[in-house]
C-alpha cells in the first residue's frame, strides 16, 4: 500500500517560517516529478511548487522568492519551505507524487495525493 503523509502545517504569524514534509511509503521503486499544491475555501486547487526526479524546481509566481521545494530521494521525501508567509497562503496543501511502485506482481506508475496539512497565516 503506497501512501504519500504531509505534515508540517500548522498556524504562522505573517512573516513567519513553516516547512512542510511529504513522505512516501511502501513498497516504492521510483519518485518522479512532485508538486506541492494548495487550495484554499471556495478557490480551486493551485500547484505552488514542483520538483522533477532530477532537481528541477518551478514555482507559481506568487511564492517565488519565498517558497523553495527540495527533496531526498533517499528518504522518499519532500519539502516545502516556506518563509515570509503572507494571509493569502492560508489554505490546504496537497503533496502529489508520480511514482512507480511493485505490486508484488507488477510494477505501476501511478499519480498519488497526500490527505492535506492545513496551513494558516494570521495578520
Known amino acids: 500500500q503506497v501512501q504519500l503523509v504531509e505534515s508540517g502545517g500548522g498556524l504562522a504569524q505573517a512573516g513567519g517560517s513553516l516547512r512542510l514534509s511529504c513522505v512516501a511509503s511502501?513498497?516504492?521503486?521510483?519518485?518522479?516529478?512532485v508538486g506541492w499544491y494548495r487550495q484554499a475555501p471556495g478557490e480551486a486547487r493551485e500547484l505552488v511548487a514542483g520538483?522533477?526526479?532530477?532537481?528541477?524546481?518551478n514555482y507559481a509566481d506568487s511564492v517565488k522568492g519565498r517558497f523553495t521545494i527540495s527533496r531526498d530521494n533517499a528518504k522518499n521525501t519532500v519539502y516545502l519551505q516556506m518563509n515570509s508567509l503572507k494571509p493569502e497562503d492560508t489554505a490546504v496543501y496537497y503533496c502529489?507524487?508520480?511514482?512507480?511502485?511493485?505490486?508484488?506482481?507488477?510494477?505501476?506508475?501511478?499519480?498519488?495525493w497526500g490527505q492535506g496539512t492545513q496551513v494558516t497565516v494570521s495578520s
Open positions: 520538483i522533477s526526479r532530477g532537481g528541477s524546481t
Open positions: 502529489n507524487a508520480d511514482l512507480t511502485y511493485y505490486d508484488g506482481s507488477y510494477y505501476i506508475a501511478k499519480m498519488f
Open positions: 511502501g513498497s516504492i521503486f521510483s519518485i518522479n516529478a
